[in-house]
C-alpha cells in the first residue's frame, strides 16, 4: 500500500518530531536545573540567616550572663559593707566581727574586679567604663569602711561622729546608684542587640 508520501518526507518527518523531542527535553531540563539552583541558592542564604541570628543570639545570652554575674557580685559586695555598717548599728560590731565581715567583703572585691575584667572583654566600651567607675565606688566604699568601723569596732563599738557616718553612707549612696545605673545601661545594651 502507498500511502502517497515519499519516504524522504517520513524521514524528515520522524527526524523533525526526534528533534522537537530533544529541544523540549532539553528546556525542561534547563527549567529543572535552574529552579533547583534558585532553590538551592534560597535555602544557602537562609541557612546563612540562621547562621547569623543564631550566633547574635548566642552573643546576647553571654552579655547578659557577664552583665548579670558582674552585677551579682557587685550586689554581695555593697552588701559585704553594708552588713559592717549594719552590725555596727545593732551594737554586735566588735573586732572579731568586724574582720569577719571585712573578709567577706574583701573575697567578693576579689571576685568583683574579675566579673569586671570579663565585661571589659564583653563590651562594649561604654558598660566597661560603668564596670570600671562601679568597681572604684565599691573600692572607695571598702575603703571609707575601714577608716570608719575598723577603729570603732576595735573600741568596742564606741561612737562614731556624724560626718564619718556621712562619709560612709554617701559612698554607699554612690555606689548603689551607680549599681542603677549600670543595671540600666545594661538593659539598654541587651536591647539593641
Known amino acids: 500500500m502507498k500511502s502517497g508520501v515519499s519516504p524522504t518526507v517520513l524521514i524528515l518527518v520522524s527526524l523533525i518530531t526526534a528533534l522537537s523531542t530533544l529541544i523540549a527535553a532539553g528546556i525542561a531540563g534547563w527549567i529543572a536545573a535552574r529552579n533547583t539552583k534558585?532553590?538551592?541558592e534560597h535555602a544557602a542564604a537562609m541557612a546563612q540567616l540562621d547562621r547569623v541570628a543564631d550566633k547574635a543570639a548566642q552573643h546576647r545570652t553571654s552579655r547578659r550572663q557577664t552583665y548579670v554575674s558582674f552585677m551579682?557580685?557587685?550586689v554581695e559586695t555593697y552588701r559585704a559593707y553594708n552588713d559592717i555598717h549594719l552590725a555596727w548599728r545593732r551594737g554586735k560590731?566588735?573586732?572579731?566581727e568586724y574582720e569577719r565581715l571585712s573578709e567577706v567583703g574583701i573575697q567578693c572585691g576579689r571576685r568583683l574586679i574579675?566579673?569586671?575584667?570579663a565585661v571589659?572583654?564583653?563590651?562594649?566600651e561604654g558598660m566597661a567604663d560603668k564596670a570600671e567607675t562601679l568597681t572604684e565606688l565599691l573600692r572607695n566604699l571598702s575603703r571609707v569602711t575601714a577608716e570608719v568601723y575598723r577603729p570603732l569596732a576595735k573600741e568596742g563599738n564606741g561612737g562614731a561622729k556624724d560626718e564619718q557616718l556621712s562619709i560612709v553612707e554617701e559612698a554607699g549612696r554612690?555606689?548603689?546608684n551607680s549599681l542603677g545605673a549600670f543595671?540600666?545601661?545594661a538593659r539598654e545594651t541587651l536591647d539593641e542587640l
Request: proline content about 4%; overall charge neutral; glycine content about 12%.
Open 38 to 40: 534558585k532553590s538551592l
Open 72 to 74: 551579682t557580685v557587685g
Open 93 to 96: 560590731l566588735d573586732a572579731s
Open 114 to 117: 574579675d566579673a569586671r575584667g
Open 120 to 124: 571589659q572583654v564583653e563590651g562594649p
Open 174 to 176: 554612690a555606689a548603689s
Open 183 to 185: 543595671v540600666k545601661s
